[in-house]
């Protein structure tokens, strides 16, 4: 079974930057098409973006030109890059094997001054 653990999450000011990290067990992950999600207090969760084995990517408008995702084949892990962080970017971060549901446990970003 695949077994998802996210880091790279904190308490960053508006405009600040951080990157998550998510790393997959299996040995299959290069053929995997990775995404991130989050879940902001009393929403549900939000589909943010992915990246397929070849690496074309695809986002959501809210993170479109201050997000990337990315991935290293070579050390089963996708990364997400957040950029021009906004309060709004505030929520738990997930990564996802599209196809599956399993999760992991998620790391808390949090933009606040």
């Known amino acids: 079974q695949v077994q998802l653990v996210e880091s790279g999450g904190g308490l960053v000011q508006p405009g600040g930057s951080l990157r998550l990290s998510c790393v997959v067990s299996g040995s299959i992950f290069s053929l995997y098409t990775m995404a991130w999600y989050r879940q902001a207090p009393g929403k549900q969760r939000e589909w943010v973006a992915q990246?397929?084995?070849?690496?074309?990517?695809n986002y959501a408008d809210s993170v479109k030109g201050r997000f990337t995702i990315s991935r290293d084949n070579a050390k089963n892990t996708v990364y997400l890059q957040m950029n021009s962080l906004k309060p709004e970017d505030t929520a738990v971060y997930y990564c996802?094997?599209?196809?599956?549901?399993?999760w992991g446990q998620g790391t808390q970003v949090t933009v606040s001054s």
């Open positions: 990246i397929i084995s070849g690496g074309s990517t």
């Open positions: 996802n094997v599209i196809g599956t549901s399993t």
